[in-house]
């Protein structure tokens, strides 16, 4: 069975320093990935996606996320991180159905 | 462009009274839809998904239902709520069955007192 497992379910990092938040994922079938992000009381906003081609993605609000298929990864990172990007991020697979991590809490700290 | 609905944004509800959450999509037709929980401290669990009018499919044996009377209006609804069915309930999209991405509502937040 397709499983997604993000490896730190909170992340605390300080203003204007840069941030990886892990993800990876098992299947024995090719996937899509995704990244989401959920501020406080609001629904899922796609960051970014994998389909094919590049392995290095980019997104919006400065994130990017690479896609490890050795090691069955799509970590997500941002080089310098703003206090507006606390949130709930949320990293998924597709193989027929949309199946999420756990998530991950980033707290940036002034 | 395109566009999901979800309401109400909050709702308080006692044990024992029924539930209506519905969900509408402008500016696609035949989107699979999708209906998920995020309860505290927990990920997202798919509770429905519908491929297509009056097609439901069950992920989680539990105290909801769902139905999809038209093409892209869903209903999220229980006869019943159980303290257990507090959450934040979202609603999402998808065209050529997801393989680009699911597009969410902005959720309804459900406490059950």
């Known amino acids: 069975a397709q499983s997604v497992t993000q490896l730190d379910s909170q992340v605390p990092v300080f203003e204007e320093a840069p941030v990886e938040l892990r993800c990876n994922y098992s299947?024995?079938?090719?996937?899509?990935l995704f990244w989401y992000v959920q501020y406080p009381n609001q629904g899922l906003q796609l960051l970014l996606k994998?389909?094919?081609?590049?392995?290095l993605v980019k997104g919006i609000n400065g994130f990017e996320a690479e896609f490890n298929k050795s090691q069955t990864s799509f970590h997500l990172r941002k080089p310098s991180v703003h206090i507006s990007d606390t949130a709930e991020y949320f990293c998924?697979?597709?193989?027929?159905?949309?199946?999420f991590g756990q998530g991950t809490t980033l707290q940036v700290k002034p | 462009s395109q566009t999901i609905h979800q309401w109400p944004a909050t709702l308080v509800q006692p044990v024992g009274s029924p539930l209506s959450l519905e969900c509408t999509v402008e500016?696609?037709?035949?989107?699979?839809l999708y209906w998920y929980r995020q309860a505290a401290g927990r990920g997202l669990q798919l509770l429905f998904y519908?491929?297509?009018?009056?097609?439901i499919s069950s992920e989680v044996p539990q105290n909801l239902s769902a139905s999809r009377p038209q093409d892209r209006q869903f209903i999220l609804s229980s006869k019943k709520l159980l303290l257990s069915d507090s959450g934040f309930y979202l609603c999402?999209?998808?065209?050529?069955?997801?393989?680009?991405?699911?597009?969410f509502g902005s959720g309804t937040r459900l406490t059950v007192v």
């Open positions: 999402a999209w998808s065209r050529y069955g997801g393989s680009y991405g699911y597009t």
């Open positions: 299947s024995s079938v090719s996937v899509y």
């Open positions: 994998y389909l094919s081609g590049s392995t």
């Open positions: 998924a697979a597709w193989t027929g159905k949309l199946i």
């Open positions: 500016g696609t037709s035949n989107p699979n």
């Open positions: 519908s491929v297509g009018i009056g097609q």
